[in-house]
């Protein structure tokens, strides 16, 4: 039975957004009308029941599962938290949700946790194709939130992340919580486009334009007219062809290859790298004026290694897709193994990983012996990276500190590349944009 004053409960049923009033003892004592339909039948249902069993589906406090709980800092500190979670409806459907905790006073003084839910993605919304944006890390669960608060501008976006992070599950993702969401999405790897070909691809061409011509081709502006135009590795862009795209970007004018017409498309750029744009315009490689074009508001997607959590639910997942559904079992060797590995080439090599076990395994069970990482990056786990780093340095030097120890480790690698960062940077499993901080900090840059 509920015995949540009137007053109160006239209150939380104001609130539009699902909210809930929990006691100490994780008890809901009053729900209003919107969190009862997200989460339970009725207001019978919900109060009295604990709020982790019915918004997490869990037998625990959220706390004891890895999650940030607002409940234990309104109760210990009497002062609000907000946290992002992952939640399940009463369909046992999960959703990503921002969660504002606040200390409430009842009538006699008591004090109460009042949690007011904000949901921003669906997990629904974060499929495609292959494979799925998963997670419940609040590092993930941020860079969502971010995806999502910008998903509704018209601005351009440019997608910051090392090689295999997802970058184009992000730039779907932004498409189908836009405006645009229904029209055109076309992806392209700039990297894979011959210099002589990118204007083209880009703007496309008439018949004749240029020998073995045979006939008009529309180019990726003209086919993404009123949706959105993915740029991946925008830094291998040919210098060349970056006043070409700077124009059409800031008046939506072009022409095709060989035509006279001037044609317009209103097409939402989204972009992404895994290189340092300013360092790259620094070197004059890249243009200064395009670089504030593409880069409206830019969005950094975190490395696998530092959401290592996700981990079991993304091999999980990915698993059940490459095996048809059908069951298929990580054991809890081969599933540490997985998670104490650091992953230069992120979600992209756990799936190719993931491939080759699913293919050495007998019966369906995977095992550790099954688990095989690159020879290259076998020496670096998780658990010790920097001590991986040391040895491979230490008997230059005894005695010296980790940062010398990296420094000395960094320059050497340099040498043996010829100053090629981007292959140093695979190597030791970071960005080029952190590797260039790392740099600077050990005054290595020349």
Do not use: W
Request: glycine letters at 8%; aromatic letters at 6%; charged letters at 25%.
């Amino acid at each position: 039975m509920n015995h949540t004053p009137v007053q109160l409960q006239s209150l939380i049923d104001a609130q539009e957004n699902p909210f809930v009033l929990i006691d100490i003892n994780y008890r809901i004592v009053a729900a209003n009308r919107a969190y009862c339909k997200r989460y339970g039948t009725d207001e019978a249902h919900v109060v009295g029941r604990t709020c982790h069993e019915i918004s997490h589906h869990a037998s625990v406090p959220c706390h004891l599962n890895g999650e940030t709980c607002p409940h234990q800092q309104v109760f210990a500190t009497g002062s609000g938290q907000q946290v992002l979670h992952t939640h399940y409806d009463h369909h046992n459907q999960p959703e990503h949700v921002r969660i504002q905790g606040h200390p409430i006073l009842g009538l006699n003084g008591e004090l109460y946790l009042g949690e007011a839910i904000y949901p921003f993605a669906p997990t629904t919304a974060m499929d495609c194709d292959e494979m799925r944006m998963i997670g419940k890390s609040a590092t993930f669960l941020s860079c969502v939130e971010n995806l999502t608060r910008v998903a509704e501008s018209e601005a351009s976006i440019l997608l910051y992340g090392e090689s295999g992070v997802g970058k184009e599950l992000a730039a779907q993702y932004l498409h189908r919580r836009s405006n645009r969401e229904g029209k055109a999405f076309i992806a392209v790897d700039c990297a894979s486009i011959a210099e002589s070909m990118f204007e083209s691809e880009l703007f496309g061409h008439e018949r004749g334009a240029f020998t073995g011509c045979v006939g008009r081709k529309l180019g990726l502006f003209e086919l993404a007219d009123n949706g959105t135009l993915f740029l991946d590795e925008i830094g291998e862009i040919p210098l060349t062809m970056q006043a070409k795209l700077l124009r059409v970007l800031e008046s939506g004018e072009y022409r095709r290859v060989g035509g006279t017409e001037t044609l317009r498309a209103d097409v939402r750029v989204v972009s992404a790298t895994n290189r340092d744009l300013l360092e790259m315009v620094d070197q004059g490689r890249f243009r200064l004026d395009l670089y504030y074009r593409i880069a409206g508001i830019d969005v950094t997607l975190p490395a696998l290694r530092e959401r290592r959590s996700d981990i079991p639910a993304l091999a999980k997942s990915m698993l059940s897709r490459m095996n048809g559904g059908r069951s298929c079992e990580l054991n809890e060797s081969a599933m540490t193994r997985l998670v104490t590995y650091d992953y230069p080439g992120n979600v992209r090599e756990l799936r190719n990983i993931l491939q080759k076990a699913l293919a050495l395994s007998d019966n369906g069970i995977i095992t550790a012996k099954d688990i095989r990482f690159d020879a290259n990056n076998q020496g670096v786990s998780a658990a010790q990276p920097e001590l991986a780093l040391a040895a491979a340095v230490a008997p230059k030097k005894k005695g010296a500190s980790m940062a010398e120890l990296e420094a000395s480790h960094i320059a050497r690698l340099l040498e043996q590349h010829d100053g090629h960062r981007r292959k140093v940077a695979d190597i030791l499993g970071i960005s080029e944009r952190t590797l260039y901080r790392k740099l600077i900090r050990y005054e290595l840059r020349d």
